[in-house]
């Protein structure tokens, strides 16, 4: 059984940090790409982070990726933390890298982040 489980998520100020961490079980790890999306209240799911090093615009220079293949593990160090940045967080695995929410086929059950101004 596939399991992908975020975990890490809270109420930060605006400037804070945050890690997110995605522990994956029942999938050959390193042969899955992973991603990070996020879904604020009436917008729709949106790519953040994923494969090596690829992100979405608006947090290039705030978030990284990085994986623990010992630790079949994704994590995604959020910085400089904004009020827009406030939505569900998931992490996906998906066989190929991209950023439509539709080519992932495993996801957690997300985990909220919370930014206070």
């Known amino acids: 059984q596939v399991q992908l489980v975020e975990s890490g998520g809270g109420l930060v100020q605006a400037g804070g940090s945050l890690r997110l961490s995605c522990a994956v079980s029942?999938?050959?790890?390193?042969?899955?790409?992973m991603g990070w999306f996020r879904q604020a209240p009436g917008k729709e799911r949106e790519f953040v982070a994923g494969?090596?090093?690829s992100y979405a615009d608006s947090v290039k220079g705030r978030f990284t990726i990085s994986t623990d293949n010992a630790k079949n593990t994704v994590y995604l160090q959020m910085n400089s933390l904004k009020a827009e940045d406030t939505a569900v967080y998931y992490c996906?695995?998906?066989?190929?890298?991209?950023?439509?929410?539709?080519?992932?086929?495993?996801w957690g059950q997300g985990t909220q982040v919370t930014v206070s101004s």
């Open positions: 996906a695995a998906s066989k190929r890298f991209g950023t439509s929410p539709r080519g992932y086929e495993y």
């Open positions: 029942g999938l050959p790890f390193i042969r899955y790409t």
């Open positions: 494969g090596i090093t």
